[in-house]
């Protein structure tokens, strides 16, 4: 039984932000923030997260890792796996990982991760960071079916499991898992938390486009994630091209 701050709000901007809040503030960690739902619901590459009442999980969880600032982007792979094997005990399924952490269920994405860092400006002074795992996980599907721009793209928990679905438990395990996680991390273990991360792997040896951030559209196979956790692209020239942030997708097949 663990004893961690869980503040509880109906409603929120975003669960996110109430965490990098709670973090200025001195919180614990391992203090997590869950809503109902969110009104400005944020995701990856400044998208927004479909957070309407009873159809997620939103959360987010503050950690204060003692880790090497060279270090913390670790935190984005090893949180996907937590949250993976999390969901995976709870519900008995088995779920890929896209990279860098796009939980998928049957190539659809169920869960999806931002995890924001706060205290950037104290780092000089040697304090340490604090960062929050924000998690959103989809339960059901909203009333009327997914949106059009998500129903190739989104599935949710109840299309695939018959055991009862509590967000409580779902909440528990995944806040314990990623805690777990970031202990194993601490220790120095990320090449064991990469290859259970690579064993999850979408994309390893498909042909992918990654959008650059400079909006660039790159082809090639996947290589999977180096030592590092960045993800290696090998186009049809042969160049291999490190992937740090931007977005990856499957391409069916090598454009014309
Ligand atoms: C992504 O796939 O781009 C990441 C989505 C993360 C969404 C969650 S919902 C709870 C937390 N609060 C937010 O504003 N975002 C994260």
Redesign the pocket.
Known sequence: MTSREIIRLKITG????EALEAGEKGAAPGTVVVAGS?T??????K?S?L?PPGMGL???ILLRPDLAVEDLPKITLAAGLAVCEAIESECGLFLQIKWPN?ILLSGR?LA???TETGAVQTMTTGEKPYVVV???LNLYSPEGGFPAELREHATALSFHTDREISADTLLEACASSIEKVMRRLEKGDFAEILASWKQRDATQGKMLFWVTPQAKKVFGISLGPDADGILHIRDQAGRIHEVISGDVNLAGKIPA
């Open positions: 975003s669960t996110n932000s969110q400005g619901g944020r995701g990856r590459l998208r997260w957070s939103y959360f987010s796009d994405k999806g991760i931002l924000g998690v959103g």
